[in-house]
Structure formats: structure tokens, C-alpha cells
């Protein structure tokens, strides 16, 4: 009997011979607006494996504007993002922390998230066959540059102020609560993000890095494990010098920008971590050919497969053509279905 798809993955996290790479597709509203029948024949034919469970939640923090439009978007945090491009997120031109000691009381934590309606999860993870994972994801990074500002948190990371880690402390006790509410629900896997390098490498010093964000994901995996449940993460840009403290805490998948990096330097980590994708976005999606795609993916497959440890995932965002995004999963069954 053939697997379902929450089985391969699974199998493809524990490295146990899935019958094929399992497939995830990330859309955005950029493609989702321009490319509506064309996502819809690629699910068609290539179904996704993997799904997030709403929350459900009795309340909801309050926002202003839609995120995705031009104009501003306030976040459940209180930020204010400008957007110039529909279809994408924008950025934080005005922090709301000024001063560490006199703003943080503006800030609003949103604790509403704590409101899930666990009995609703359940049942739709019950009703799926799917891989599903939980609809939260802490990003302490880059919730701290919303509210800080970049070039400000960079300076403040390398001498700490008392009330930033005070803040950062209380910020990461919400996230552990939020992860324990969702940990105790059905869901297989837990996410959680945040976009840590460059072009060429780690945005921060790694021994700042180390210092004080490893700890904080060092307890996010240990809520996950204690719960029987897999932890997934996101991180984009150059981060090949913090791989080996990944691995070291326990993460099970990582969804990071493996071409960015060099897929060849990531064959000493190959059977340790599944990866979650992703086939280039930067130059092959928007700009290479079908056969471009076939290449890459194979370079994947042969550099990082070791019976599993690969999601085939790739993100249809800003730029991509469509039948590139097609063809990621078209070269993944032609390499793994035959085995």
C-alpha cells in the first residue's frame, strides 16, 4: 500500500526510503494573483504533502492594513511597515523602539495567539493526510529589527543593553508558551524562522549568534522534541557557519537558500538534517530554463539524498516563471520515483 503523504515525510525526515521526495510548494500573493490556473495545474498534478493548521484562535491581535498591498501594514506586534510592491511584505522605516529602557512599553505582545481552539486543530489534522505543521513560528532576529530597526539592533547585539535583554527574555518566554500551546495539539512539526545571512555570510558575528539566539532555539527544539513533534526552520541568505550548531541542537529540517551557499559545501551535513528545499530563487527560478532546473535538482539529489533527508520544496515568489516551478517537482519524481 502506498505511503500517505504525512508518512514520506516522515520517512524522508528520519532518512527510512521514502518512495518519492515529498513535495511542498510555497506560493506567494505575487504568484497567486498572476499565476492562479497555473499553481492550481501544478497541484493538480503534483500534490503537496505538507499543510499548516490554522489556529483557530477566539481572538486576534490588532493590525491595520493588509501586508501584501502598497501602503502601511501595523503588525500584531505594533510595527509599521511601508510597502512600495504588492504582492510582497514591506519594510520598518519608523521602530517603535527608541530606547530600550523608555519604549518597550509600546509594544504590544500578542498574546490573542494563545487563544487556539486546540479541539479544531485536532480535528483538521484528523481529517487530512497531510504533514501537518503548526500555525505559529517564532522569529526572535527578525521581530527584534522590526521593533528595533536593523543598523540598531546590529550595534545593540554587540554590547547588550540590561533592558534589551530583558525585553528578549520576556519576547522569548511568549514564544516558549506559544510553542507549548501549539505542541500540545496533533500537529506533527513546529515552525519557527528567521533570515540570518547575507549574501556571503551570517548577518551577525556567529560567537554573538551563539551567545544569545542559539540558547533560544536550543529551548524551542526541546519543546518540540518533548512533545513528539519534528521542528522545522527557515533561514535565508549565507549560513553555512551556524549548520553544525543546528545539527548539534537537534533541528530536523531546514528550509535555507542551499545555492546561496553552495550546495557542495553542504555534503558534510548530508544524512544529519533533512532539507526543505529550495531550488535557487534568486537567479534559476526567474531566469534559468526547465533544463536549468533539471540540472540543479539533480545536484540536490546527488549531493545531499541519503534515502531521504531532501523535501522537495521551492517557493513561487516574485520573478519565478512557472514552468520552472513545474519542473522542480517533474526532476524530483524522475529521481526518486525510480528507486
Known sequence: MAATSRELVYQALNFDRPERAPRHLWTMPWSETRYTHEIAAILANFPGDMAGAPGYCAELPPTEGDPHEVGWFR?????LFKNIQAGVIGEVKDPLVRDWGADTGKVHVPREWLTIDRDRVNRFCAERSEFITGGCCPRPFEQL?????????YTDVLAPPPDMLSFVRDMHAFYCELLEVWAATDVDGLNIMDDWGGQNSLLIDPAVWREIFKPMYRDYIEIAHGAGKKMFMHTDGHTLSIFPDLIELGLDAINA???CIGVDKLAPFAGQITFWGEIDRQHLLPHGTPEDIDRAVR????????????IAQCEF??????ENVREVFVAWDALTLKE
Open 75 to 79: 503588525d500584531e506586534w505594533g510595527c
Open 145 to 153: 529589527q522590526f521593533l528595533r530597526g536593523t543598523a540598531e539592533l
Open 257 to 259: 537558500q542551499i545555492f
Open 299 to 310: 545536484t540536490v539529489y546527488e549531493t545531499l539524498w541519503r534515502n531521504g533527508g531532501c
Open 317 to 322: 515568489g516574485p520573478g519565478a516563471r512557472p
